[in-house]
């Protein structure tokens, strides 16, 4: 494939890894999530070139409108506002460089010297086939999704009420919190 | 576009991410490699499921991650919020003590 779509390819992955390099390595912690939007933008454009247009859609969706969202929530109110600036000291630099750059030399090379059975891919809609096998083949796996995706709604909700002083036994009952 | 360079894109993005999670003492910062790794192993269920044959049990995988990750996105900033308003901070090495 040449042409208009590999210059889109070569641009948005130039745009996730230079924005993750961005996400690593720049110290104040705003900086990389705002760093960390367009990696994730980048990967929603990997997506859709690779013919997978619901997951792009929900990358942008949900990594962009939610995540990134709960993040910069996060970093604002766990920092103090008499702090002049929000830096992320960081630390074992030297060493944790060594080791990502041996891991990723190791992956790639693993990634490209395997001899896959690649074949052509094609181009067609996707949401309609990924909404059936959801109903259908991966039925289990979706419903459990969605009790896990409740516990976590009540979990964070629980754990991130204000402060009470000890409740006594049986308040919770009396509709309160 | 080929298999071999998205392969080499998903390691570069897991890289970023591992550093980020190793060096970084900031749990929001270290939450943000978490996320990096997980769309990292997102572009390898996408590129195997384009190349190899139109599985679309890839990109199925891959929306399973994506709702655990917004799942543990949320707990995980639940519980910063929470050892902030303990300890005043969300610097992960702050928080031992559970150490003996």
Do not use: W
Not at chain 1, 28 to 37: D, E, W
Not at chain 1, 43 to 58: H, K, N, W
Not at chain 2, 3 to 24: E, H, N, S, W
């Amino acid at each position: 494939m040449s042409g208009p779509a590999d210059y889109i390819f070569y641009a948005a992955a130039a745009m996730t890894v230079g924005a993750a390099i961005l996400v690593a390595i720049l110290p104040n912690i705003l900086y990389a999530a705002v760093a960390l939007l367009f990696s994730f933008a980048g990967v929603a454009g990997l997506y859709i070139l690779l013919s997978a247009d619901f997951l792009g859609a929900t990358q942008i969706l949900v990594y962009v409108g939610g995540i990134l969202v709960l993040l910069l929530f996060a970093v604002f109110l766990s920092n103090r506002i008499s702090d002049a600036k929000i830096t992320n000291p960081t630390h074992f630099r030297l060493p944790a460089a060594a080791i990502c750059l041996v891991l990723f030399g190791v992956l790639s090379y693993a990634g490209v010297s395997t001899p896959y059975a690649v074949k052509k891919g094609v181009y067609l809609p996707t949401t309609a086939d990924i909404g059936e096998l959801l109903m259908t083949r991966y039925l289990l796996p979706f419903e459990v999704a969605s009790v896990l995706l409740l516990a976590a709604l009540i979990g964070a909700a629980l754990l991130s009420r204000p402060d009470r002083a000890a409740p006594e036994k049986g308040e919770m009952e009396e509709g309160k919190g | 576009m080929t298999l071999d360079k998205l392969l080499v894109i998903a390691a570069a993005l897991f890289c970023c991410g591992l550093y980020t999670v190793m060096t970084r003492r900031n749990a929001v910062a270290v939450l943000m490699g978490v996320e990096l790794i997980l769309n990292a192993t997102n572009i390898n269920f996408v590129a195997f499921s384009f190349f190899l044959n139109r599985v679309m049990g890839g990109q199925i995988f891959a929306v399973f991650v994506i709702v655990l990750a917004a799942a543990e996105a949320a707990v995980a900033l639940a519980i910063f919020l929470r050892m902030f308003s303990t300890t005043g901070t969300v610097e992960v090495d702050v928080a031992d003590q559970l150490k003996g």
